[in-house]
């Protein structure tokens, strides 16, 4: 059995793409058809090196990831592009592209959602079944998931404990999805305001996103994990999905892998901009985890309710959120008791850390992009305006669609 890694050795990342029309940038249901592209033969995963794609729940979506923790963040973000750039080479042929961004602008979930019918598929039925997947939240949503490992009980706590305390102000930069059938939503992060309520059918299985302070493996399988399968129990008789990826939370502990997967940040225009965000998301966490504000208690002690109350702030208003919570302010590190989010994202970004920095040249000019000129979705909107023709969106996420294949940020 291979030993778990210690804290902050290596990382996992998985970002999600849909699949587009070339022409229309409409979503098409071809992912099983671009995998058996790529292995020659059916499959659900490609693999290529360190890294592979596979399916999700619905067929216009696809997810590449790395296959193993990797320790250099940097390195990452280039290997990553360029398999964006291959697949991109290969849908072509297909009359197909990937589109970024947390949600498509313009999809029908309710008829345009075809689910993966193939391997596992027994799985999407069940979810569908209980849930109701052909609404936002389920098959319009691009995410990033972010992998840090622990090694025992104790990194678990710290881990968890600065993870909880970052997941509010995530939104604040990553938000990337304000719009939604074609207009604007009302909220910056319309994929999380989403994400908040699509497992509410089954209350344990998402809480407030925002998780309770747990301090060991054996609690968290008591106090999360034991409800979420007991309410579920009576809508999945056969149990298919009590397992711990049922859970739901902002911050998943996979216990199979030893690792805290962060899910609350939107896909970004490329790649450099979703590693930009990790690496930051990296810094901070371990900011926390080492104490350099506040003790580890201290951390573990502030109300779920606080987090809670930020993190919808931030989904509504990113950046622009006011923060006029002084407790969380103070275990953050900042010298004040109120801000906006983006002026404490400023500061932590500032601040001196006490790890070393893990962005690379284009991350960091990424991530001073993003503080300066505003999350994805600020820049989207002001890029729009007041027109919200189908005509203006097909041209502002064919752009988009470009920012992805050439590794650049989205300016106008």
């Known amino acids: 059995m291979t030993a778990a890694l210690p804290a902050f050795a290596g990382y996992g990342i998985e970002l999600e793409y849909m699949i587009v029309d070339q022409k229309t940038l409409a979503v098409v249901p071809i992912a099983d058809e671009l995998l058996r592209k790529l292995t020659g033969v059916f499959a ?18 696809l997810e590449l990831k790395n296959i193993d923790p990797q320790p250099d963040i940097s390195s990452l973000s280039v290997a990553f592009q360029g398999e964006i ?6 849908l072509e042929s297909m009359n197909a592209r990937l589109m970024p961004t947390g949600m498509h602008p313009w999809m029908n979930p309710r008829t345009e959602t075809r689910l993966w ?5 027994e799985i999407y039925l069940a979810y569908d079944h209980i849930f109701d997947c052909r609404r936002h939240g389920w098959a319009n949503l691009q995410s990033m998931h972010l992998n840090m490992p622990f090694a025992n009980d104790d990194e678990f706590a710290r881990l968890h404990a600065a993870v909880r305390l970052l997941l509010p102000i995530l939104p604040a930069i990553a938000a990337s999805s304000p719009i939604a059938e074609g207009g604007y939503s009302g909220f910056l992060d319309f994929r999380m305001a989403n994400y908040c309520e699509h497992q509410l059918k089954v209350p344990s299985t998402i809480g407030r996103v925002i998780p309770e302070t747990v301090s060991s493996a054996a609690a968290y399988e008591a106090k999360i994990l034991a409800p979420m399968y007991r309410e579920i129990a009576a809508l999945d008789p056969e149990e298919m999905l009590q397992h711990e990826w049922l859970n739901a939370h902002g911050e998943i502990p996979r216990f199979d892998r030893n690792a805290i997967e962060i899910r609350v940040i939107d896909t970004q225009e490329c790649s450099s901009a979703d590693f930009a965000i990790a690496a930051a998301a990296i810094n901070i966490v371990h900011a926390l985890y080492s104490e350099a504000y506040t003790p580890l208690a201290e951390q573990q002690s502030i109300a779920t309710e606080a987090l809670v109350r930020i993190m919808h702030d931030c989904i509504h208003d990113a950046e622009q959120a006011v923060i006029d919570d002084a407790e969380y302010l103070r275990l953050m590190g900042f010298p004040g008791t109120d801000c906006t989010a ?34 994805l979705a600020r820049r989207i909107l002001n890029a729009i305006g ?17 920012c992805l294949d050439e590794d650049r940020m989205f300016l106008e």
């Open 44 to 61: 659900s995963e490609a693999r290529n090196g360190q890294l592979g794609w596979s399916n999700e729940l619905v067929l216009h979506l």
């Open 342 to 375: 983006g002026i404490l994202w400023r500061h932590l970004i500032e601040s001196e850390m006490p790890v070393e920095p893990r962005q690379g040249k284009s991350c960091r000019e990424a991530l001073q992009t993003i503080l300066r000129e505003g999350p």
């Open 85 to 90: 750039r291959r697949i991109s080479k290969v």
């Open 117 to 121: 019918p193939h391997e596992q598929a």
């Open 386 to 402: 007041s027109n919200f023709s189908r005509r203006r969106l097909e041209t502002v996420y064919r752009e988009l669609c470009d």
